[in-house]
């Protein structure tokens, strides 16, 4: 009986792992050196009879999420929400008129955040972000990602997602692999919609993160967002939360600035087949054209590793049919 | 075609779905409250028709480790694991000779190490658990556990797991949970051998940490163990850790002292089914008895709390069969 359950469950199995044979998962990705080398690397790390075959639970794939994902022009799209916030919630905060910075948030002064800088931001973040719930902050995300626009696009910033990166996440999960994210990003900016707009869970996703404390209130268990920045996963950050959270390193990684060196660094240079991408973005017309003068996404050094570390450009105007998903 | 390989799959699915009813996964649990409220619970959360209902990817179960899947007496293994080590690595440090903690811990002087408390405990954590990359770690726990016999037991530790917990765990998994380890242990002293003890993936166990830095090493990218703590999982880290790594409320929580008590609590006052269980040392005869009046393991607060939380003790002497895997 055992056997017969055996072969059933064989089966069932068979029939998933024919069906990316049968269609095409990449159907947004003209044939090129991108396409090819996905392809052949996941023949590779599949196919029992491969020397460079790796078993299933050390198929890992991570993704940074802007700007790899999803469009991070003309800026990030938390910054975009925490300036959405932060206007909300001015008129119950007369104090912060005090504070050139958070003044200059709340009027929309770009050019005096700018200048700023990263603690400037941090304070934006920090007074947008922290005095809550985890889920209190998760519903605030997603209600504004509900009614937020992209001001170039006039779409949810979630259609604005790569159509060939989310067949490209499809079609590794279908060939065994676990995909991450592993962004520069808020981790619970992301998860509240990850598993929807990406099929990522939320225990998929590693990102920066403030410090939360356990509390009781009126007696129920809670959990409390800080203003005390907890962990920073970007540009060396990243193979430090992937150690973190994930455990293993890597065999696949894709990105698309020096945010992402290395991580991809970390990811291809463990022994067995690797696989380094790089998503350049090369198209004015149907999304953005950018890279080493851009300080959203800035893709210097990265790019200048490429060649000599294997990684694979990935050329959006060339390789991809389609940027993104038509039906959104 | 499509529509022929879905039925296939389904048929798969079901074959593996239909397996844990016709065998008793729970074999070395007595009938009793405590298997019946497992095995009800189960029922609840996975039968379709019912108001209970929660979807897989929602069936989310914490375990704590030390006491509650493996022997946490005389002390806990990790403890063992460093005054091991601090043993091996002595004649190579002369220097921890003037330090009368490490001098403790070397010469084997429990009560001096007992009476410098947890700072002493972390200076011996530090110096035995920093300085290596992780890898090396690794290695290094995997070569002790190898060799290493519980003094009273005179078996491997990984021997000294409960064989009722390891059926727990995978009838918990057969019925679509992902398992969860959330320990106050070393995240990476249980990541190399989880996945063969307990079935539980490197992504899958949280625990204590010290922090990590990414650095180049002659010219190839490492990451090193740093002397400093990053997180603490116990108490009220529990649910931070839970939070931070998995993302979502669990559905059921495993403890067995009050390091467990804010995990229970997190875990228990979500919204609609819950499980939460102690596991109670009451069999001095087969492994140890121990509650209100040990040091490790201290089970006090949490035991006061189970009746008016509802959470279900586990009374190892009359609700288990066996206590340890009869093959090891």
């Given amino acids: 009986m055992k056997r017969l359950y055996r072969v059933l469950a064989i089966i069932g199995a068979l029939a998933f792992s024919t069906i990316p044979a049968l269609c095409d998962s990449l159907a947004s990705w003209k044939d090129g050196a991108a396409r090819s080398a996905i392809e052949d690397f996941v023949r590779r790390v599949t196919d029992p009879a491969s020397k460079d075959f790796v078993p299933p639970e050390r198929r890992i794939a991570v993704f940074d999420n802007d700007g790899t994902l999803w469009v991070e022009q003309p800026m990030y799209t938390q910054l975009a929400f925490a300036l959405a916030r932060i206007k909300e919630l001015a008129p119950q905060h007369p104090e912060w ?27 934006l973040v920090m007074v947008t972000h922290a005095g809550m719930t985890p889920d209190e902050f998760q519903a605030n995300v997603t209600d504004w990602l509900a009614k937020a626009e992209h001001p170039r696009f006039k779409k949810p910033y979630t259609a604005l997602v790569y159509q060939p990166m989310l067949e490209l996440l499809a079609y ?8 991450y994210i592993v962004s520069g990003g808020g981790i619970e900016f992301m998860r509240p919609w990850a598993k929807d707009v990406y099929g990522v869970l939320p225990s998929q996703v590693v990102g920066s993160s403030i410090k939360t404390k356990f509390e009781m209130v009126d007696g ?9 920045v907890n962990f920073v996963d970007d540009g060396p950050g990243k193979p430090v939360g992937i150690n973190q959270h994930i455990g293993q390193r890597p ?38 054209a950018y890279d080493r003068a851009s300080s959203f996404g800035h893709l210097d050094k990265a790019m200048d590793r490429a060649q000599a570390e294997g990684w694979v450009l990935i050329d959006m105007k060339s390789d991809w049919k389609t940027v993104f998903p038509s039906a959104r």
Same sequence: chains 1, 2.
């Fill in 251 to 288: 065999i696949a990684a894709f990105g698309n600035s020096d945010g992402d060196l290395q991580m991809l660094q970390w990811t291809t240079s463990g022994e067995g087949p690797r696989l380094g991408m790089i998503v350049h973005h090369t198209d004015a017309e149907r999304e953005y």
């Fill in 220 to 228: 129920k268990p809670a959990l409390l967002r800080l203003p005390d």
């Fill in 172 to 179: 590794l999960r279908e060939n065994g692999f676990t995909t």
């Fill in 97 to 123: 008129q005090a504070n050139p910075v958070l003044k200059a948030a709340i009027d929309g002064d770009m050019k005096t955040l700018a200048t700023s800088g990263e603690k400037g931001l941090l304070e």
